[in-house]
């Protein structure tokens, strides 16, 4: 039945809790939202002040369930009831799992949040590995309401486009703006006549986010970021091909048999890299393969086995050039990668492999380059014009780009998130834009060396607060002297 013909609000919230796309989970959250008659523009932004709406209104078995879990969450002491960061106003440049969950922190503190997000659809198949700590955060937060199987026994994965879905959800709930086909372009100074900050995007014309003044801009838009005034430092380590391609899991008897891998590397057990190009001349440095909506399979291939195998047509000392499209021949990596599935999961030969579609509606089996990551020099900066001050941060990809096979993506990302949200909290209570930014700095210098070994574990403690996750923590690392550069301010003579 069309939703807009459902007028019962607990029979609606069923239906937003089990959307699955990015479009119907905004739809049936308007059309919940309509049904309760609840108006954003009359209840106000931030302080929590939906989220306190939606609670008194919705009290089936399943959403009490979740506002238990989310109240937990709440109280703790940084978020002061919703009202630490009741003045702020912050804009989050995409809608990958990095803002998003970042926009529940913000929420959490009482800041008006707006996500905008240039794309419209949660297409990534691809697997993120979770440190233990991420799944316990998840799951406070009610992931498991969303969905059922999240981190079921020894379960330490999830889709992307799935903990999109997820963490899309919760931020809805919590009063978070979620705008799709939106553009971040550039920031727009504040100016006698128009006294705020403010951002241009596209389209021009947005009903809300044209005109929206924030304090606090956020660039959480992946690799290729799009913030200006952060530079960014490459680690150009030794030649890395990956490939990652998922295929459909229909579930049979021979697919539940299928033995995940969560990595395997050449120096740690040669033996089945050997076998594996004795049988297929297929030469890999690690594979790994996760079962879920799909079969997930991320492996770092060696040059001159795709050059044999025919996959890379022309070799070149350059790799960009090496791995140009027109330097791929996609036919033969898509054999390749079947083959390199084949062998991973003892398939019978009976055993097809079938390729899940990416959102252009291909096969989804894709190259990448890891030869070079990239990581921002600094995480904030704060700018000040016409007496008014920005906190601008980086966030997930933005931040620290990571090596997919060793699955540190999100674990390093919720870190590095959390970091951030301390740093508007301390911004939002008008510390002192050097200090702010010292502290932000020095927690970012332990951020790439973190590991869920050399990090608290007592993961029911943590918090924003930097304190409560990393051992050897100094908030004064870094000297104003290294960090004076990133308070840009006209009042500064
Ligand atoms: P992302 O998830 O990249 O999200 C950034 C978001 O910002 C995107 O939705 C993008 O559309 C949006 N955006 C960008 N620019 C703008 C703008 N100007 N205005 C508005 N919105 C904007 N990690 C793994 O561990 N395993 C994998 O197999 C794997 N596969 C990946 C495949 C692809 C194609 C990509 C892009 C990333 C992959 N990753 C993988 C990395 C992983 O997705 C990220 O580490 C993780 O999602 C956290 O990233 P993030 O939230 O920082 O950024």
């Given at each position: 039945m069309p939703t807009d013909v459902i007028n019962k609000p607990d029979?609606?919230?069923?239906?937003?809790?089990?959307?699955?796309?990015?479009?119907?989970?905004?739809?049936?959250?308007?059309?919940?939202?309509?049904?309760?008659?609840?108006?954003?523009?009359?209840?106000?932004?931030?302080?929590?002040s939906l989220y306190k709406i939606l609670t008194s209104?919705?009290?089936?078995?399943?959403?009490?369930?979740?506002?238990?879990?989310?109240?937990?969450?709440?109280?703790?002491?940084?978020?002061?009831?919703?009202?630490?960061?009741?003045?702020?106003?912050?804009?989050?440049?995409?809608?990958?799992?990095v803002?998003?969950?970042?926009?529940?922190?913000?929420?959490?503190?009482?800041?008006?949040?707006?996500?905008?997000?240039?794309?419209?659809?949660?297409?990534?198949?691809?697997?993120?590995?979770?440190?233990?700590?991420?799944?316990?955060?998840?799951?406070?937060?009610?992931?498991?309401?969303?969905?059922?199987?999240?981190?079921?026994?020894?379960?330490?994965?999830?889709?992307?486009?799935?903990?999109?879905?997820?963490?899309?959800?919760?931020?809805?709930?919590?009063?978070?703006?979620?705008?799709?086909?939106?553009?971040?372009?550039?920031?727009?100074?504040?100016?006698?006549?128009?006294?705020?900050?403010?951002?241009?995007?596209e389209p021009v014309s947005h009903p809300v986010v044209s005109t929206y003044d924030f304090n606090v801009l956020i660039g959480a838009d992946g690799r290729r970021n799009s913030l200006h005034g952060f530079q960014h430092k490459e680690f150009r380590g030794k030649l890395a091909i990956g490939i990652t391609c998922n295929y459909v899991n229909h579930h049979?008897?021979?697919?539940?048999?299928?033995?995940?891998?969560?990595?395997?590397?050449?120096?740690?057990n040669p033996q089945f890299f050997n076998e594996l190009q004795q049988q297929t001349s297929i030469d890999l440095e690690n594979i790994v393969y996760y079962k879920n909506e799909t079969h997930y399979f991320v492996m770092t291939a060696k040059k001159q086995s795709l050059l044999d195998?025919?996959?890379?047509?022309?070799?070149?000392?350059?790799?960009?050039?090496?791995?140009?499209?027109?330097?791929?021949?996609?036919?033969?990596?898509?054999?390749?990668?079947?083959e390199a599935a084949q062998f991973a999961t003892k398939s019978t030969s009976q055993f097809k492999f079938e390729f899940a579609e990416n959102h252009y509606g291909t096969a989804d089996v894709q190259m990448f380059d890891f030869t070079s990551l990239f990581h921002a020099v600094n995480a904030s900066r704060i700018v000040e014009r016409n007496g008014k001050q920005i906190l601008m941060g980086l966030v997930g990809d933005s931040?620290?780009?990571?090596?997919?096979?060793?699955?540190?993506?999100?674990?390093?990302?919720?870190?590095?998130l959390f970091d951030t949200a301390w740093a508007i909290l301390k911004f939002a209570k008008h510390e002192h834009p050097l200090k702010v930014l010292v502290e932000r700095e020095s927690v970012y210098m332990l951020l790439s060396q973190s590991t869920p070994e050399n990090t608290k574990n007592n993961y029911q403690l943590y918090s924003i607060n930097p304190a409560t996750r990393y051992q050897s923590l100094n908030s004064k690392m870094c000297t104003i002297e290294e960090i004076r550069h990133l308070y840009d301010s006209d009042s500064i003579p």
């Open positions: 029979e609606l919230f069923e239906i937003f809790v089990n959307a699955q796309t990015f479009k119907t989970i905004l739809h049936s959250f308007d059309d919940l939202c309509r049904v309760l008659r609840i108006d954003r523009k009359l209840i106000g932004y931030g302080k929590r209104k919705l009290t089936s078995w399943k959403s009490k369930s979740l506002w238990a879990k989310i109240d937990k969450r709440g109280l703790q002491k940084e978020y002061e009831n919703g009202y630490a960061c009741a003045d702020t106003k912050v804009c989050i440049v995409g809608a990958g799992p803002g998003l969950r970042l926009a529940i922190e913000c929420a959490l503190l009482g800041a008006r949040c707006v996500v905008v997000e240039k794309r419209d659809r949660f297409s990534r198949h691809n697997v993120l590995h979770l440190w233990p700590y991420v799944i316990t955060d998840l799951k406070n937060l009610g992931a498991k309401v969303f969905y059922g199987k999240f981190a079921t026994g020894q379960i330490e994965h999830i889709s992307i486009r799935q903990l999109q879905c997820i963490l899309l959800k919760i931020a809805l709930l919590l009063g978070v703006e979620i705008y799709q086909n939106v553009t971040f372009i550039d920031t727009i100074e504040p100016t006698l006549t128009q006294p705020n900050w403010r951002a241009h995007f049979t008897r021979e697919e539940q048999n299928f033995e995940e891998i969560s990595g395997v590397a050449k120096i740690y195998k025919g996959v890379i047509l022309q070799d070149y000392p350059d790799a960009a050039r090496l791995l140009a499209r027109d330097n791929v021949k996609f036919s033969q990596l898509c054999n390749f990668a079947c931040l620290l780009e990571s090596f997919w096979p060793t699955g540190s993506g999100a674990g390093l990302g919720f870190f590095g």
